[in-house]
């Protein structure tokens, strides 16, 4: 097994010609969950859409299974093993729940055997959906191609607690059995909870990197350097880790 899946160095992302994401170094690995934290604004999107191909790198180097990848492009990445979970909900609303599942490259029943709960489900409409179930039904559907890589936006938006701990415990266990998870939530307790690593970003750039437990211990003294304005405690928590990153 390699011992990286995913590695950005000195990476540059945005829109246009507007970088968004600068002189980022990340690095995700077979069977570990690595959550991207951060206000809004500081850029954890955009490094999910320009690692996956679905923004072009405006600079830096993506490397992918160990070899250097120009120009990634969404599709290409996808049919070697890498699956994205955008922000918004990725369903046909129109399509029934099996039919959505039918879009994907994996199988409907390797879906329903991550979530049971699409079961009764497959042929209700999608858009009848309750929020949490549409999340389940889009990322049921990329575990189902059984990916080497995950990426996942925001699985928690809007959802009750007890649908984010079930959607989170699913992907702590595509990580037990081997897939590379990299995770951007605001839900930052609940993600430190079932990640190994966390990679703290502020405007485009990553300020600390650390294993998630110790970020759980500090995350009041991040939350306060994020929305009190506050530089010293994010910078203290720094020297308790790998260091900041510019």
């Known amino acids: 097994m390699t011992t990286e899946l995913l590695r950005a160095e000195q990476l540059f992302g945005g829109y246009g010609k507007v970088a968004c994401v600068r002189e980022l170094n990340l690095e995700v690995r077979p069977g570990e969950v690595v959550v991207l934290l951060g206000p809004n604004g500081a850029g954890k999107t955009t490094t999910l859409m320009t690692l996956s191909g679905a923004l072009p790198a405006l600079g830096g180097k993506i490397f992918w299974k160990g070899s250097e990848v120009n120009h990634p492009k969404l599709h290409t990445m996808a049919k070697s093993g890498m699956a994205l979970v955008p922000g918004e909900r990725s369903i046909i609303g129109r399509l029934s729940t099996r039919d959505n599942l039918r879009l994907g490259i994996g199988p409907v029943e390797k879906a329903v055997e991550h979530f049971p709960e699409l079961g009764p489900l497959l042929k209700r409409r999608a858009g009848l959906l309750s929020g949490g179930e549409q999340r389940m039904l889009a990322l049921g559907r990329s575990l189902a191609m059984d990916p080497v890589m995950l990426m996942a936006d925001e699985l928690s938006l809007g959802l009750a607690p ?81 260091g900041p990153r510019s």
């Open 162 to 242: 007890l649908i984010v701990r079930r959607l989170l415990g699913v992907l702590r266990q595509a990580a037990d059995e081997g897939a590379g998870v990299l995770l951007v939530e605001q839900r930052a307790r609940e993600a430190l909870a079932i990640a190994d690593r966390a990679c703290v970003l502020r405007r485009g750039s990553i300020l600390f990197e650390g294993p998630a437990a110790e970020v759980a211990k500090n995350l009041g003294r991040l939350e306060s350097a994020y929305f009190d304005g506050l530089e010293q405690p994010a910078d203290a928590l720094a020297t308790q880790g790998n």
